[in-house]
């Protein structure tokens, strides 16, 4: 009953911060004979998503099933939550980064992925700490950048290692012999991204007995900093007043296994030198196929066949990881990354939806230049096509405009540009659109040359069609709608210039000049707007509702001036609210005054009589 003659001493705060809700999770489970401390740190793609929750519980469970220090335990734990999350990506991503300490109330190992971080200190000083799976901190150990900057570089989130990925492989500690007054903390990066690790170690080298003062100190440390915005934090803290301790008996016994296991040891190495000739051989044998794997996926990249290349890309990483070869399997981490987004992007773009597929290909190039620019090639072209194809579209629907205004010339200008464009970029069925309208528009063009009296009519058809354009322009900008204001004036202007009239164009000029200063200013009150609604949220959470009552009002008159709708009605409820918040205030503050009075006048009297006893 080891724990029975142990005394560990568990406390944590978990804080959503800013964010409306908090991804973070930590638990704990102290048997017998052994203890698992987990703490997890959600990595969202998707709203209400419970990562962190789902692999802490996982992990608590399988450790009570059968708990153990051992490393293949440890690992066994850390797969398991990893599979967890696997399984949930039918429905959505669910990834975390994680740290586990596993205590037999004598000696402590850790696991972890990810930069959820654990320090174990001694004697008033840091003994052990992680390392952080990630890019920045693969950086700090090659001295590109200091351990002081790692807080604050823009690589510290982008993790190798991590919950909830394909060929996930966690970080496990040898065991750490523990002594009496240890302190073991874990926390994640809504801690150590605000408050620095100097700090952090100043605070718990200072510390008392109770874990609770030290958590909170921290805590105070970083709401002191005053930020704009504080993501999920959370600490937790073991405070190891005494460890357990065996017994002269038990180890009288456990000696005696020793030399019992020596004994055996000296068989099992002559056996081991004859396994290891075998093993050199399977792990030469293995490296070949590793290679062979990797040789044909950069074949099969080069074809663009990147389904079978995503075949032998796992096949690699499943040789990489045999051989535990990490540099092999980060390489091929981040190939494997380039490979699985183009097969995403290209379901979409055959199905023709470029502008689902269009994001997922920029997404790609951000990964591409650590998979030694692999795919780079065809990611641009397909890019390109893209492009290209909006490009053409674009041209056609401008075409359209300007045909159905008569505007024939420009109308085709419009569609030869698209059937260059589309002929250029291979786009068959947007060429085989623009010739259909170019032959349009020339019988158009001939039946217009017919006669001076079609000429006519068409003049006055396009005058009108101007001064249509010009009406809707005005009602537009009467409205406050300055882009639909500024594109009919804009086609009001194609259509008087193309009919040769002079008369209005400057005015025009003018109208279009006050639409663009109109979109300007909106641009900045909107931004402007939006501001004050930030302001606002931040005062209501810190409770300084007064602030945040005044900033609302101010960004819901401006929205009401650019007439939009829905931030007004957004704004009216957060006024709504926090009026709420402020008559609820009060009334507490009413009710405590009046509590405070009725308290006071009894006291009076006594004195009173205290007096008048004074005096007889």
Known sequence: MRKQNSKFNTNFISEEGSSLKNSDFFAYAELDNFACYVLADGIEDVADSESAKEAVESIIAKFQEKPSISKGKIHGYLKHANEVLLKAEKYMKLKASIVVAVTDYENVRF??????????????????????????????????????????????????????????????????????????????????????????????????????????????????????????????????????????????????????????????????????YFYKKYTRELKEDMNTHYEKMLKFIEMENYTKADTECEESIKKAESLRNKEMKDLLYHYEQVIEGIIEADEKYDAKSYKEAKPLYELILSEIPYADNAGLSYVRKRLDFISGYESVNLSLDNGDILFDSEIYDKARERYVDAKTEARDIGYEEGKLKAEAKLLAVDQAIAKKDEGKQAEADKQSQNLKSANDMLSAGDEALSKGDFLSARANYNTAKDILEKSGESAGLSELEQKISTADKKISEGDEEKNKAGGYAVTADEAFLRGDFESARENYEYARRLYVKLKDEINTIEMDKKLSDVQKRIDEKEKEESKAAQSEAQTTQPKTSETQSSSSLSAE
Request: hydrophobic share 40%; proline share 1%.
């Open 111 to 276: 696991g972890y992925a990810g930069n959820v971080r654990a320090k174990l200190y001694r004697n008033n000083k840091m003994f052990y700490k992680t390392i952080d799976t990630s890019l920045s901190s693969e950086m700090v150990s090659k001295e590109m950048i200091s351990e002081d900057a790692l807080s604050r570089h823009e690589q510290r989130s982008n993790l190798y290692t991590f919950l909830g990925q394909k060929g996930f492989s966690p970080v496990i500690s040898g065991k750490i012999k523990l002594v009496d007054t240890d302190i073991l903390i874990l926390y994640t990066k809504g801690v150590w991204e605000n408050v620095s690790e100097g700090e952090i170690d100043n605070i718990f080298a200072e510390s008392g007995k109770d874990p609770k003062d030290a958590l909170l100190k921290v805590e105070a440390v970083l709401l002191d900093k005053n930020l704009g915005y504080i993501d999920n934090y959370t600490i937790a803290g073991i405070y190891i007043d005494k460890v357990f301790i065996e017994s002269d008996t038990k180890k009288k016994k456990r000696r005696k296994l020793i030399l019992i296991v020596s004994i055996v040891s000296v068989v099992v190495i002559l056996g081991a030198i004859i396994a290891l």
